[in-house]
C-alpha cells in the first residue's frame, strides 16, 4: 500500500522496482541493463503471476522444483520466452527434472549435486546458467559452501565436471549487514575470475547492485507478502 492508501497492483510494483534498478544502477556509474532482475514467484499461482509476464518481466525464480513443475508448462505454453531460474536448494534426486524446467541454476554447492547437474545436462543436450552458493555467514542452518571451500568446489566444478561457472550467489544473514557480505562474494569472485554475482533481494537488492550484482531476486517488492 502506498502513503496514499491506494494498493499497487503487481504490474505497478514490477515498475516501480525497476525504476529503482535503473536509479541503482547508474548511481553506481554502471548500465541499467548490466543488472538482471529474477522476480521471484515462489507461492503465487499461475493466475498471480501472468499480469506480471504480460506487464514485461521474463526471468522469474521458483525455490521449488515440485512448485515449479505445476505452475510454469501452463505459462510457457503462453508465454514460450520466459525464462526460469532456480534459486532454491536441489536435491540430486530433483537434477533431472530441474535441468529439463530451468535456465539456470544459483544453488550449487556440493559435489553430488554438480555431477548429477553435469550427467544430466550431458544427458538432455541443455546448457544452464550456473551459480555456485557461497554460505558467506557460515550458518549452520544454511545451504551453501563455506567461503574457504569455495576455490576447490569451483575448481572440481570446471576442471573435473566440464560444468561452466558463471558466478555466485549468497543470502546474507538476516541480522547482518548485507554490504559486508555483497563486498565479500564481489572480491571472491573476482578472484575465480568470475563475472556473476547473485544477490540481493527486496529489502536490500539497491545495495547489491552498488556492490556489483548481476542478478538480483527480488519478490515480496513485485508480489507482495506471502
Keep these: 500500500m502506498t502513503s496514499d492508501g491506494y494498493h499497487e497492483s503487481a504490474p ?7 525504476s529503482e534498478i535503473d536509479a541503482a544502477a547508474k548511481a553506481a556509474g554502471r548500465k541499467a541493463d548490466s543488472v538482471e532482475l529474477i522476480a521471484v514467484s515462489k507461492t503465487f499461482d499461475a493466475d498471480a503471476v501472468r499480469p506480471v509476464i504480460v506487464a514485461g518481466q521474463r526471468v522469474f525464480g521458483e525455490n521449488r522444483v515440485q512448485e515449479a513443475e505445476r505452475k510454469w508448462p501452463q505459462l510457457r505454453a503462453e508465454f514460450s520466452d520466459v525464462k526460469l531460474h532456480l534459486i532454491g536448494p536441489l536435491q540430486s ?6 535441468v529439463a524446467l530451468f535456465d539456470a541454476i544459483h544453488t550449487l554447492d556440493r559435489a553430488k549435486i554438480a555431477e548429477a547437474i553435469a550427467s544430466e545436462m550431458t544427458k538432455q543436450g541443455r546448457n544452464l546458467q550456473l551459480f555456485v ?3 558467506t555467514g557460515e550458518e549452520p542452518q544454511k545451504a551453501g559452501v563455506l567461503p574457504r571451500e569455495a576455490k576447490a568446489f569451483v575448481d572440481l566444478c570446471r576442471n573435473e565436471l566440464k ?5 555466485l550467489m549468497c543470502i546474507p544473514p538476516v541480522e547482518e549487514e548485507p ?31 552498488a556492490f556489483g550484482a548481476t542478478h538480483v531476486r527480488v519478490g515480496s517488492a513485485i508480489f507482495g507478502d506471502r
Design 163 to 167: 560444468l561452466c561457472i558463471f558466478g
Design 12 to 18: 505497478e510494483k514490477l515498475k516501480r522496482v525497476k
Design 133 to 135: 552458493q557461497v554460505n
Design 93 to 98: 534426486n530433483k537434477a533431472k527434472d530441474a
Design 179 to 209: 554490504a559486508v557480505h555483497f563486498a565479500f562474494l564481489a572480491k571472491l569472485a573476482r578472484e575465480l575470475n568470475l563475472e556473476g554475482l547473485s544477490m540481493g533481494m527486496s529489502s536490500d537488492f539497491e545495495t547489491a547492485i
